[in-house]
């Protein structure tokens, strides 16, 4: 059974950092694709950064520069470390995985088959 779990959110001040993490279990972190997604109410799920199996990563336009996802193989953890944050950045941020294909790098929801439940990030101004 895939488990991913999510911590690290919180409340900052405008340009502050958080540093989140996402725990895996049941399976192996570099054989799949990884990605953060984020929900703000009233707005569609999107994608805010994604890393492949062998590690090529890529990042939504608007966070690209302040966030930075990274993977400890060791850990089986998922890490985004988002720096420089803005009000526009408050969200719940999930963790995502689909093992379909580990060389592909999409920001499409539909195309992750596991999901964690959330950490809220929220930033004010």
């Known amino acids: 059974q895939v488990q991913l779990v999510e911590s690290g959110g919180g409340s900052v001040q405008t340009g502050g950092s958080l540093r989140l993490a996402c725990i895996a279990s049941?399976?192996?972190?570099?054989?799949?694709?990884m990605a953060w997604f984020r929900q703000a109410p009233g707005k569609e799920r999107e994608g805010v950064a994604v890393?492949?199996?062998?590690?090529?990563?890529s990042y939504a336009n608007n966070v690209s520069g302040r966030f930075t996802i990274s993977r400890d193989t060791a850990k089986n953890t998922l890490y985004l470390q988002m720096n420089s944050l803005k009000p526009g950045d408050t969200a719940m941020y999930y963790c995502?995985?689909?093992?379909?294909?580990?060389?592909?790098?999409?920001?499409?929801?539909?195309?992750?088959?596991?999901w964690g439940q959330g950490t809220q990030v929220t930033v004010s101004s």
């Open positions: 995502a995985a689909d093992s379909s294909d580990p060389m592909y790098i999409t920001f499409a929801p539909s195309e992750f088959r596991y």
């Open positions: 049941g399976l192996t972190a570099s054989a799949y694709a």
């Open positions: 890393i492949n199996g062998p590690g090529v990563t």
